[in-house]
């Protein structure tokens, strides 16, 4: 990631405001704390993308069979094996801090399981008003897998999720120093992206949509390259993007929309390069780039299902929303796309209001409130709309009642920067109004976060309850639940 970090030796590491600190420890303190408080945040889900990481940890194979029963999106393929209905590209990332931490976690469910087999403990109540919740607690803990569950979605949230956030925030810290040449505007403006947008909710556990988002908007920024617009195309960046690019429909089939995207970006920004300096080359790097991304997922493809092309959804068994259109792809719904944007289920802006500001139409080519240029201003509109339309198709998009915002993720950081552009413009009372009310609607997300069934006001219900009831750390949460700790 030397390239993403070019801009703090181009700016010369000094502050843009005298007498500051320098860009790099603003830079580092930045990352820091936002890998913190994200790690304070950790959810305890047991997610999909988990079960393969395990495996992989364990065995160094995708077959999830010692799971097989445990979630839904588990499936039996006769004479194969036992898989996960997902792409594997965060299961992969996610067996990384498992692997190395592999060690501490097998002594401490081995301690719990001797401790419990000598005093005969049973599973203790889980006082949730979820069912299935509790029924996944239950065969965990007689598997003695609940321990292992806990720890393992922990090391990945913490080593994988939240530096990997962290990170995301200092490059757009970086890239909004040289958009607007004021260190504290960016740094306030990259707090905002940090704590007010979808990704203090999502980096709570392992999320593709989530990782998909980083990787899309570290391409983007290595091929935009603000820092020198009038430099030479380096062609390690148009590699490194290219994987980069192409690892994202590793992590899910939606990630076509940013290969599709950037592959148009790509071909303007290296035409605006004097035919002195540019090269074919460039374009076959990030096109070799997306190739070894490819052959990744079709060699897990044949491995696993049989065949390098066909999907996991080809062979699972069908669901309420798989009959409809091609494995749950049909036209864009009305329905859906209303519900991706504003719904309080899993509504975009319902999530992340502050992103609404993106929305200024005036904003977006000419005028103060913009500061990228067309190019990428096109880029972003392109990227975001087709995603809106892929999520109306995706008929799957309905099962987020439960989970909330994840198709509509990836776009969070090329919205946000239309967005910045109006929040930067504002009077700067209100804007401080603006970030404070984001940050703490963004944050009762993170806490409560509980919007599917039984709870008809969505986030509503999240920012009314962390009002009234205060702080409550999802963790902390389950292990009261459980009984672990008082209430």
């Known amino acids: 990631m030397r390239s993403l970090l070019k801009p703090t030796l181009v700016l010369g590491f000094g502050n843009a405001e005298s007498g500051g600190p320098s860009l790099r420890s603003i830079a580092v303190r930045l990352f820091i704390t936002c890998w913190l408080v994200y790690g304070a945040h950790f959810a305890t889900n047991t997610v999909r ?152 909710y999502r980096t709570a556990q392992l999320n593709h949509n989530l990782l998909l988002m980083h990787f899309a908007f570290f391409a983007f920024v290595l091929i935009w390259r603000p820092w020198d617009e009038n430099g030479k195309p380096n062609r390690a960046s148009y590699l490194l993007a290219g994987i980069l690019a192409g690892w994202t429909v590793v992590f899910d089939y939606s990630g076509m929309v940013t290969v599709l995207a950037l592959g148009i970006y790509v071909g303007f920004r290296w035409l605006k390069y004097p035919t002195t300096v540019r090269s074919y080359a460039d374009l076959a790097l990030f096109a070799a780039g997306t190739a070894i991304a490819a052959a990744v997922l079709m060699g897990y493809q044949w491995s696993s299902f049989g065949h390098p092309i066909f999907p996991a959804q080809t062979y699972m068994p069908s669901t309420e929303f798989s009959v409809s259109g091609y494995s749950g792809l049909s036209w864009p719904s009305l329905d859906l796309l209303w519900r991706s944007a504003f719904g309080l289920k899993f509504g975009l802006f319902a999530f992340a209001p502050i992103l609404v500001f993106a929305l200024y139409v005036p904003g977006w080519f000419k005028g103060r409130a913009s500061f990228i240029g067309r190019r990428e201003t096109w880029f972003i509109l392109l990227l975001t709309a087709v995603f809106f339309i892929f999520s109306a198709a995706n008929q799957f998009g309905y099962l987020q009642f439960n989970t909330g915002v994840r198709h509509m993720v990836p776009v969070v950081p090329f919205v946000f920067l239309l967005a ?68």
């Open 49 to 200: 993308e988990i079960f393969p990481a395990l495996s992989l940890g364990d065995h160094l194979s995708f077959d999830v069979s010692e799971y097989k029963g445990l979630h839904p999106d588990i499936f039996e393929l006769p004479g194969r094996g036992v898989f996960i209905n997902n792409n594997p590209g965060a299961s992969i990332l996610g067996a990384v801090p498992y692997i190395i931490t592999r060690p501490v976690i097998d002594f401490a469910v081995d301690r719990v399981q001797a401790m419990r087999e000598a005093t005969g403990q049973k599973p203790p109540e889980f006082d949730t008003q979820f069912p299935m919740r509790a029924e996944f607690y239950r065969a965990a803990f007689e598997k003695g897998l609940d321990v292992k569950f806990a720890l393992g979605a922990a090391v990945m949230q913490s080593l994988l999720m939240a530096p990997v956030s962290a990170l995301g925030v200092v490059v757009m810290f970086l890239v909004l120093v040289r958009l607007t040449g004021s260190t504290r505007s960016s740094l306030l403006l990259a707090l905002l992206y940090a704590f007010a947008t979808p990704l203090l």
């Open 420 to 487: 910045a552009g109006v929040l930067l413009r504002m009077p700067t009372r209100l804007a401080i109004a603006v970030g404070v009310i984001g940050t703490y609607w963004s944050w009762s997300l993170a806490m409560y976060r509980e919007v599917g069934d039984g709870h008809p006001l969505g986030v509503l219900e999240a920012v009314t309850r962390t009002t009234l009831d205060g702080v409550r750390l999802p963790w902390l949460t389950t292990l009261e639940q459980l009984g672990y700790v008082p209430d």
